[in-house]
């Protein structure tokens, strides 16, 4: 597992690819949280990031696709699969190493937004006045909703060996595990199932970290969900013939 992590993380940042998603993630978080006015922390009258928070997993919903398509599906296109197939490695150490190297690309474009957090914090009044414990339970929300998209973008990866394929079902997965269970709920409200059907939706767990409580119980979910679709990604891999 290490050697697949270490050759990802490589890969990533021996070419632009690393450097680009960083890139492109904090010029729009930045155009976000900076310059457009409906959005703009200068526009606010306290100091907050929920700007940050609440853009940063729909941009993640095409970014983190956008990393991860190329995961599986540029190996099976080239051919190099099999390769991997050939080591004394199993199939789950593979995906663990490709996840944790993924997941970890996305975190690193992450850290240079505590820019922002030290920015608004200054430009509080007084200075420092914004909810610490908010902000690490948003942070800790948006990794852990991180992992799940990564571990969606690796499943979509391993069931075709075309990229442009796995990039779109990348963000549909995304898509349908973050917002469309909310929306189905609003169609059950006043009959007790509405809130059954938002506890399957990523982003009701996220909203609930956002808020600076940790529960274990939203720990667990997002720890079952990056599990579960590991497992699917591995079945996958299983049913092909290398």
């Not at 632009?16 to 978080?29: N, P, R, T």
């Not at 929920?50 to 696709?65: D, G, H, S, T």
């Not at 963000?171 to 509405?194: A, E, Q």
């Not at 982003?203 to 679709?229: C, P, V």
């Amino acid at each position: 597992m290490k050697s697949i992590f270490l050759k990802e993380i490589n890969s990533f940042f021996s070419s632009l690819i690393g450097y680009i998603v960083i890139g492109v993630f904090l010029v729009l978080m930045g155009a976000f949280m900076w310059v457009f006015p409906e959005y703009s922390v200068l526009q606010f009258g306290y100091a907050t990031l929920n700007q940050l928070f609440e853009m940063a997993p729909w941009i993640f919903c095409f970014l983190i696709p956008a990393i991860t398509m190329r995961s599986f599906a540029e190996e099976m296109q080239s051919g190099t699969i099999e390769l991997l197939a050939t080591r004394p490695i199993t199939d789950l150490q593979i995906i663990l190493g490709k996840f944790f190297a993924n997941w970890l690309l996305v975190i690193f474009a992450l850290v240079p937004t505590l820019i922002y957090y030290y920015t608004v914090s200054v430009l509080g009044a007084p200075p420092g006045n914004i909810d610490a414990g908010e902000v690490s339970g948003s942070y800790i929300g948006l990794i852990l909703l991180a992992g799940a998209f990564v571990s969606i973008g690796l499943f979509a990866s391993s069931i075709t060996g075309n990229q442009i394929e796995a990039f779109v079902m990348g963000i549909f997965l995304c898509f349908l595990f973050y917002m469309v269970f909310d929306l189905l709920s609003g169609l059950f409200i006043g009959t007790g199932g509405d809130h059954i059907i938002e506890l399957f939706g990523i982003n009701y767990h996220y909203n609930l970290l956002s808020r600076g409580a940790i529960d274990s119980r939203d720990l667990i979910y997002f720890l079952t969900f990056i599990t579960g679709f590991i497992m699917l990604t591995k079945t996958s891999l299983g049913r092909r013939s290398w």
